[in-house]
């Protein structure tokens, strides 16, 4: 999916007159018709991007999979998920991926859950859904920390962001992180 279809996307969610508009959550069509749209700007976006796993990181997933706009009554948020979140947004333009995100219904239910899970408005308006996360078994990175199901052994998200380094600043001949950040 390009940028273009993104945003394409999001922009059919502001129509009233959209099917899907009758099972939007209040508060997501509140931000809709005040023109707060799910999906960043990406030529104005002023933090480095910080991408989260929605099922299994920010949700628990024990019920597993009922499709892309169900999200299971069990699932609860993992704890110290949403603390980290509300940290993470002061230093990070934080996109949530997601297999469900791929689908405006899949987005809605990501919204929802995590209103209905106690996300303030006004830190969830700072979160991006992304769509585009695209179906693996697993996703190898350069830059991903991985997940272990504890939220307090990742470190708090200020030190993420001064003293993360991919495996290649290890490498003899690198360039200095320096150069690195300043690109």
């Known amino acids: ?5 993104a945003f394409k996307l999001a922009y059919e969610l502001v129509d009233p007159k ?4 009758p099972d939007l959550h209040p508060h997501l069509k509140t931000a809709l018709d005040m023109n707060q749209h799910l999906l960043p700007n990406w030529r104005v976006m002023p933090k480095p991007i910080l991408t989260v796993d929605f099922d299994g990181v920010i949700s628990t997933y024990k019920a597993g999979w009922y499709g892309a706009h169900l999200i299971h009554p069990d699932d ?11 940290e993470a947004v ?15 219904q899949g987005r809605i239910a990501v919204h929802n859950w995590m209103l209905d899970h106690g996300m303030p408005l006004e830190i969830l308006r700072q979160f991006h859904l992304q769509p585009g996360k695209p179906s693996a078994f697993a ?3 350069d830059r991903a920390i991985s997940f272990q199901g504890d939220w307090n ?3 708090d998200p200020a030190s ?3 003293g993360f380094k991919p495996w290649y600043y290890h490498s ?12």
Not at 1 to 5: L, R, Y
Not at 90 to 104: A, C, D, E, G, P
Not at 172 to 183: F, N, V
């Open 139 to 141: 996703m190898i990175d």
């Open 18 to 21: 959209h099917p899907i508009w």
């Open 153 to 155: 052994a990742l470190p």
């Open 172 to 183: 003899p001949g690198w360039r200095s992180a320096q150069t690195e950040t300043k690109l």
């Open 1 to 5: 999916m390009t940028i273009a279809e």
């Open 90 to 104: 002061k230093h990070f333009t934080v996109l949530i991926f997601s297999s469900r995100t791929n689908t405006r």
């Open 160 to 162: 993420l962001l001064s």
């Open 76 to 86: 609860a948020p993992v704890p110290g998920a949403f603390h980290f979140l509300r």
